[in-house]
T-cell receptor, first 115, second 108 residues
Framework: DAGVIQSPRHEVTEMGQEVTLRCKPI?????LFWYRQTMMRGLELLIY????????DSGMPEDRFSAKMPNASFSTLKIQPSEPRDSAVYFC?????????????FGPGTRLTVL | GEDVEQSLFLSVREGDSSVINCTYT??????LYWYKQEPGAGLQLLTY?????DMKQDQRLTVLLNKKDKHLSLRIADTQTGDSAIYFC????????FGTGTRLQVFP
C-alpha cells in the first residue's frame, strides 16, 4: 500500500481565498483523522471520521473550516475564507480497528501558507 | 485539563544516549506513545506503553513511565545521526493528545 496520500504537499494562497486539502487513507482503514501542526500550538486534532461519518469535530477552529468524507477512500478539509493564522501543516492520518487503540498512519502533510 | 509538555530541544553527540522527557496531566490515560517526525514527513509511531507498565524496551529504545509523577521518558541508546528528528509523546484519554515535540539534534 502507498500509505496515506495527501495533496497538495504545499499550498500558498492569499487571504480570503478558498483552500481545499485532500486525503486518501490507507485502504481498509475505517478511521480518518485531520490534524493541524503549528509551532505555537503543536499538533491538534481537528476532526475524525469513522466509516465516513464525522464523529468529533470539536477541534475544528471555527465555521470557516469544514471537512467531508464522501467515500471510504477520500476526504477533504476546506477553509473558506482562509486567513494568515491558518498557516500550518495539515496532516491526515488513518487507522483500522478500535478508535485510538491502533496505530495511526500519518500522511506527509500539506504545508499551507496564507499570505 | 489535558496538557502534555516536552522540552523543545535536545542536542547529543553521536554514540551517546538521548533521553527525551514528557509530562502529562490526565491520570486516566490508558496508553502513552512516542512518535517520530522526520523533516518534511508525517509522524511515525515508535513505541507505546500501557499505563500499568513501568518500563518497555524495544531494541535501542527504552520507555520509562512514572505514573505517580505523570512522567514519561524515551531513552535512545547509541544515538545515531539518523535519529535526528522531532519526537512527540502523546497520551490517550478519549482522544490522542500530543506534546509540543522535542527536536533532537545529533552531532558527530
Amino acid at each position: 500500500d502507498a500509505g496515506v496520500i495527501q495533496s497538495p504537499r504545499h499550498e500558498v494562497t492569499e487571504m480570503g481565498q478558498e483552500v481545499t486539502l485532500r486525503c486518501k487513507p490507507i485502504s481498509g482503514h475505517d478511521y480518518l483523522f485531520w490534524y493541524r501542526q503549528t509551532m505555537m500550538r503543536g499538533l491538534e486534532l481537528l476532526i475524525y471520521f469513522n466509516n465516513n461519518v464525522p464523529i468529533d469535530d470539536s477541534g475544528m477552529p471555527e465555521d470557516r473550516f469544514s471537512a467531508k468524507m464522501p467515500n471510504a477512500s477520500f476526504s477533504t478539509l476546506k477553509i473558506q475564507p482562509s486567513e494568515p493564522r491558518d498557516s500550518a501543516v495539515y496532516f491526515c492520518a488513518s487507522s483500522r480497528g478500535r478508535l485510538f487503540d491502533n496505530e495511526q498512519f500519518f500522511g506527509p502533510g500539506t504545508r499551507l501558507t496564507v499570505l | 485539563g489535558e496538557d502534555v509538555e516536552q522540552s523543545l530541544f535536545l542536542s547529543v553527540r553521536e554514540g551517546d544516549s538521548s533521553v527525551i522527557n514528557c509530562t502529562y496531566t490526565d491520570s486516566s490515560s490508558t496508553y502513552l506513545y512516542w512518535y517520530k517526525q522526520e523533516p518534511g514527513a508525517g509522524l511515525q509511531l515508535l513505541t507505546y506503553i500501557f499505563s500499568n507498565m513501568d518500563m518497555k524496551q524495544d531494541q535501542r529504545l527504552t520507555v520509562l513511565l512514572n505514573k505517580k509523577d505523570k512522567h514519561l521518558s524515551l531513552r535512545i541508546a547509541d544515538t545515531q545521526t539518523g535519529d535526528s528528528a522531532i519526537y512527540f509523546c502523546a497520551e490517550l484519554t478519549d482522544k490522542l493528545i500530543f506534546g509540543t515535540g522535542t527536536r533532537l539534534q545529533v552531532f558527530p
